[in-house]
């Protein structure tokens, strides 16, 4: 058995080549804008925690302002 050298077809067009750089640079374009939407999504998430504590404040002065509020119809009811 002779061994023959590896052979390469010499045949890759130009329209080849262009097709591979156009699809790679649309690769790399969507990568970018994928790694920007991330980075926007993570600034907004290191945001949440602050408003969910904000919330969980509102929300416990609310209940305590209904307890009040019916504390003071239950006072009005009384005196008439």
Do not use: H, N, Y
């Amino acid at each position: 058995m002779s061994e023959k050298p590896l052979q390469f077809d010499r045949t890759i067009s130009f329209g080849l080549i262009l097709a591979i750089i156009i699809q790679t640079t649309g690769a790399l374009l969507w990568a970018g804008a994928a790694e920007a939407r991330l980075t926007a999504l993570e600034s907004r998430t290191e945001d949440a925690p602050a408003v969910t504590e904000r919330l969980a404040r509102l929300e416990e002065q609310m209940s305590m302002a209904r307890q009040s509020l019916s504390r003071i119809e239950r006072r009005l009811d009384a005196q008439d």
